[in-house]
């Protein structure tokens, strides 16, 4: 089974600053997605970016980017000029690739403050 | 597009009352829809993943006769809680997967609220 790990259960940014979560997952697959999800106060779930691990090159989306590193198996999102709208609770997100039986396994979160 | 949408918000019950969430997608028919359970302050348990017009796959711990998943649609899934304890109080979310959406495409509804008096 693929377990997610976030080290980081609380963290707080001032505004306009760059935040980086750490995520890492523990798997045998080669082939995978990884998701960053945002949860803010309404507790919708939103995707924030996707990687494909077969993708070497880094996503990208605005001020979101991932640095993965499939070797170490590890998948950090780096959020550039924070805004306040950023607070929310972030997950990251695992999905091995099952022939139409794609399940998502869920990291425990981390807390994501933005201080005015 | 890809609105998930969720009924009730919330929903108030009494011990050992049953309890029917709804799940719809609003503008795209799911063939396949999932549902998870979230503690507060936790992450999303997946329950089971429900396919249009077959029974519902539960994950391993889940009670399927106390967690009824029916999917009788292209566009409506439900979850009924059976005989409720406050134990089951949590927040429930559903997602869905359209017809020829690419595996990892997931749209996830507001979710409920679950209190169990």
């Known amino acids: 089974a693929q377990t997610v790990t976030q080290s980081q259960p609380e963290m707080s940014v001032q505004e306009a600053e760059t935040v980086t979560l750490s995520c890492t997952y523990d798997?045998?697959?080669?082939?995978?997605?990884l998701f960053w999800y945002k949860q803010p106060p309404s507790r919708q779930m939103i995707l924030v970016i996707r990687?494909?691990?077969?993708?070497?090159q880094n996503a990208t989306e605005n001020r979101f980017s991932v640095n993965f590193q499939k070797a170490a198996k590890s998948f950090s999102l780096k959020i550039s000029d924070s805004q306040l709208g950023d607070t929310a609770m972030y997950f990251c997100a695992f999905m091995k690739l099952n022939f139409g039986n794609e399940k998502l396994t869920f990291g425990t979160g981390t807390r994501l403050t933005i201080i005015p | 597009g890809a609105v998930v949408s969720q009924h009730p918000s919330r929903v108030i019950c009494k011990s050992g009352t049953s309890v029917k969430i709804e799940c719809r997608s609003l503008d795209f028919q799911a063939t396949t829809m999932f549902w998870y359970r979230q503690f507060p302050k936790q992450s999303l348990m997946l329950m089971a993943t429900s396919n249009e017009g077959s029974k519902a796959t539960y994950e391993q711990g889940v009670e399927k006769d106390k967690f009824l998943i029916n999917h009788a649609s292209l566009t409506l899934s439900t979850l009924t809680v059976t005989s409720a304890h406050p134990e089951d109080s949590s927040f429930y979310i559903c997602?869905?997967?359209?017809?020829?959406?690419?595996?990892?495409?997931?749209?996830f509804g507001p979710g409920t609220r679950l209190t169990v008096t």
């Open positions: 798997t045998s697959e080669n082939n995978y997605y």
């Open positions: 997602s869905a997967r359209g017809w020829r959406a690419l595996s990892y495409e997931q749209y």
């Open positions: 990687q494909e691990a077969y993708k070497q």
